[in-house]
């Protein structure tokens, strides 16, 4: 039961060349960047990512982009980042971008069992009814588009068919976990991890802290150990290197002055 590898290189040694990852976080929130780092130092390649972003550049899973290890992203935006945005226009990555709720339960769906459901988001656009462009030529022209979806109506209104995503690996970071592979997160440091960690068939955790089994509250665990095949621990200072997306301060108002 003591899922614990004490070292992300190892935790990831057999994640092969086209093989697809689920990776969690939003933005540069809650990423794994211990067992992206370890990935990218793999030599890893012609990588199938679904996540809701591509990190940023530099950051994240824009260090994997931008060495060209990454062949497909399934994702909601392309966000901060230049490089993908260059990538994408460019045709060295194909791009399936999709509502950020319809990513969201796609991965639960998958990671429960389900093969497919209906949803009223995207409905009467290219969502559904196909077109948008999935790769680029060098020049810029489309040369692969989105595909026309099902379409049924349920109560009178029309909902189009979704399919759920399950992944050969799935990289999600913690702020706790124990060795038996049981999850928590901290705040918006959730976002898309359960989801991610419940779509991979191999699912890795990095974790901030580790405790024994039995330590967690099991009404507070996010994610079952069940979901979860191996734990990583952070060093203190790996827990600690938490990148920000976008960094904004205020000016302070200046006083006036009184007579």
Known sequence: MDKTIIHADLAVADIRDGATLAVGGFGLCGIPSALISALHRCGTTRLGVVSNNCGTDGHGLGVLLAAGRIARITGSYVGENKEFARQYLTGEVEVELVPQGTLAERLRAGGCGIPAFYTPAGVGTQVAEGGIP??????????????????????????????????DFA????????????????????????????????????????????????????????????????????AADKQIERRTVSVPATRGTVD
């Open 134 to 167: 999935w790769r680029h030529d060098a020049s810029g022209g489309v040369v692969v588009t989105s595909p026309r979806k099902e379409v049924r109506a349920f109560d009178g209104l029309d909902h189009v068919l979704e399919h759920g995503i399950t992944t």
């Open 171 to 238: 990289l999600v970071r913690a702020a706790r976990g124990d060795r038996h592979g049981n999850l928590v997160f901290d705040r918006s440091a959730r976002n898309f991890n359960p989801l991610a960690a419940m779509a991979g068939r191999i699912t890795i955790a990095e974790v901030e802290e580790l405790v024994e089994p039995g330590e967690l509250d099991p009404d507070e665990i996010h994610v079952p150990g069940v979901f979860v095949q191996r734990v990583v621990p952070l060093t203190s200072r790996q």
